[in-house]
């Protein structure tokens, strides 16, 4: 089975701090792929990144960077100088070739003025 | 390009009502899903398509029903709504089964 885990729930940050959002999943695949996904207080979602398991090379767009570590199971996700358009939920999502894409449960990242 | 747009935006349904929310893709997408989101639950899969007339049960699929006539139109019925089934609705689609989801901008549905 799978799972995602975004074990912070809400984080709430000063404007232009750096934030981490975490992700650990779990899977017995050796292939799976790895999405962030950001939800703005509008409501619908966009896409961030895929990452695929074979590719654990760190990606920077931007002010967005992101961690993918197959040895911890983690695949996090940085801001760097947070700004207030980046208030959102952000999503961590896991797909393997027999299963369905599993969410975790979001974290609502708050960034004030 | 659109993307994935839905229809409606939003609306009231009293209980027993039945009502149809249309997915659309101008992205040439074989697979097409729909979810539902709930707090505290995440993004739930209800049903998905696979291919034009194709439909497959998700995650949660009790209550709905799905159908995929055209490639690029998806369509999630419910015959009978019921309270439980206020949520905001997703659909999304992908060029492949591996492939990244787009998701619709979502479809706020109150049953009262």
């Known amino acids: 089975a799978q799972k995602v885990t975004q074990a912070q729930t809400e984080i709430s940050v000063v404007e232009k701090e750096d934030v981490t959002l975490d992700c650990v999943y779990e899977?017995?695949?050796?292939?799976?792929?790895l999405f962030w996904y950001k939800q703005p207080p509008s409501g619908e979602l966009v896409f961030l990144i895929r990452?695929?398991?074979?590719?654990?090379k760190n990606e920077i767009s931007g002010r967005y960077s992101w961690n993918f570590q197959k040895s911890t199971s983690s695949f996090n996700f940085t801001i760097t100088a947070s700004q207030v358009v980046d208030s959102a939920v952000y999503f961590c999502?896991?797909?393997?070739?027999?299963?369905?894409?599993?969410f975790g449960e979001g974290t609502q990242l708050t960034v004030n003025p | 390009n659109a993307g994935v747009t839905q229809t409606p935006k939003f609306r009231v349904l009293k209980t027993g009502q039945s009502m149809t929310l249309l997915c659309a893709q101008d992205?040439?997408?074989?697979?097409m899903y729909w979810y539902r989101q709930d707090p505290g639950m995440g993004l739930r899969l209800i049903h998905y398509?696979?291919?034009?007339?194709?439909?497959a049960k998700g995650e949660v699929p009790d209550g709905y029903n799905v159908s995929r006539l055209k490639k690029q139109n998806f369509l999630l019925g419910l015959e009978s709504a019921a309270p439980s089934q206020t949520s905001v609705y997703f659909c999304?689609?992908?060029?492949?089964?591996?492939?990244?989801?787009?998701f619709g901008p979502g479809t706020r549905l109150l049953v009262l």
């Open positions: 899977t017995r695949d050796t292939t799976y792929y």
């Open positions: 999304a689609s992908s060029y492949g089964k591996q492939e990244t989801q787009y």
């Open positions: 992205m040439n997408h074989e697979y």
């Open positions: 999502a896991l797909k393997t070739s027999g299963s369905r894409l599993t």
């Open positions: 398509s696979v291919g034009e007339g194709t439909t």
């Open positions: 990452r695929n398991s074979f590719d654990e």
